[in-house]
């Protein structure tokens, strides 16, 4: 089982189990030793994880730190473990009191859910405000599990790991603050581009007026390069107009949000039936609940329906009578293995013919 699909366990198991989990310790033992034990350290090893590891802090003597994972005889990951629900904002600054004393070159502040990768970017031997990696194990992306891959035990080269964090570090603030520019922009993001294109004095009329123009503007350019890239990857009968398409900046207008795993599905659909219909007649609609493929753009002629959107992912089919089918999928890969079902609901509708 590789690290993603591992990964994928642990969460499912904090959605379930997390409301029954009373205690740190009792977060230690079901979610974080399983995230421990999926980047490939023993765990029950105390010569590789030590639990209650001794970081004296000056003049109080015995101070301990959750657990301290050791390479050649020496700590060189410091973990400081909160109660799942515990906000990790109130307790940074006791993990950087450990991480100054020690050794270490990264720490780790986790409360099952959230875990906060920190290091020395900034300045030698103290620990940065801010983590260069802060993850949600419950809404892992691709780009976060490759960052997790290098801390794993068989891969762990703490000098390679430092040299690419700073680099990390600041592409997710830039991130985080586009993100917040593109959902709701500031007045100075506004301003700055309405001065570029109106010809007067910028008043707060007029800011008000472009603050709408700009959403709407960013909005558009988002569908037009989505538009673009699935051009580059249909032929010319298989684009997609995305004018009309959510895109996963969620605006005010609409509660859908059309995923990329939601777009991916429907390209396997497509893949899987062009072999036996123009691919001109395979369309979506997407809901809350669910992502629809349908027949010549017919609500009567589903083809199937994914759920993508939770912890568990499904691809739901249909047999003679119409009626659903949910079946479990690990990967979107995974829809391959229903071709046989979604050629045979199409042919239903076609009457056996193409």
Same mark, same amino acid.
């Given at each position: ?6 990964? $994928?366990? &642990? ?23 399983? /995230? ?68 270490? $070159? ?25 983590? /260069? ?17 290098? /801390? ?25 603050? &586009? ?135 499904? &691809? ?27 050629? $045979? ?10």
């Amino acid at each position: 089982m590789d690290l993603k699909d591992q990964l $994928k366990q &642990i969460a499912d198991r904090v959605s379930k189990l997390k409301e029954q989990i009373l205690t740190e310790e009792a977060t230690k033992n079901a979610f974080i030793m399983p /995230f421990l034990q999926s980047l490939g350290y023993d765990v029950f090893n105390p010569l590789e994880v030590v639990p209650e590891f001794v970081a004296d802090l000056g003049i109080k003597k015995g101070e301990k730190i959750d657990y301290a994972i050791f390479k050649d005889g020496n700590p060189t990951i410091l973990i400081e473990c909160k109660h799942w629900a515990q906000n990790l904002n109130l307790h940074d600054g006791q993990l950087l009191r450990y991480f100054h004393v020690s050794k270490a $070159k990264f720490g780790i502040l986790t409360n099952g859910i959230n875990f906060r990768f920190y290091s020395d970017l900034v300045e030698p031997n103290k620990m940065d405000e801010k983590p /260069f990696l802060d993850i949600n194990i419950t809404e892992l992306k691709d780009n976060q599990i490759e960052e997790l891959k290098k /801390f794993h035990k068989a891969h762990f080269d703490a000098e390679s790991i430092v040299n690419t964090a700073s680099e990390l570090k600041y592409m997710n603030e830039l991130k985080g603050l &586009i993100h917040n520019e593109l959902i709701n922009p500031t007045d100075d993001f506004v301003r700055y581009f309405a001065k570029q294109v109106y010809p007067s004095v910028v008043t707060a009329k007029v800011l008000e007026q472009f603050t709408s123009l700009t959403k709407r503007a960013i909005q558009q350019h988002i569908n037009d390069l989505i538009n673009d890239r699935l051009k580059n990857a249909l032929s010319p009968d298989e684009v997609v107009n995305t004018e009309t398409e959510t895109t996963e900046i969620q605006t005010e207008e609409s509660k859908v949000i059309t995923t990329e795993d939601e777009l991916e599905g429907f390209m396997i659909v497509k893949t899987i039936l062009r072999q036996i219909i123009p691919v001109n007649r395979i369309t979506y609609r997407d809901a809350q609940s669910y992502f629809a493929i349908l027949l010549d753009d017919n609500n009567r002629k589903s083809i199937c329906r994914l759920y993508l959107n939770g912890n568990k992912k499904f &691809i739901a089919t249909f047999d003679d009578q119409k009626k659903e089918i949910k079946n479990e999928i690990t990967s979107l890969d995974d829809i391959f293995n229903f071709s046989d079902e979604l050629k $045979k609901t199409v042919e239903n509708y076609d009457g056996g013919k193409e």
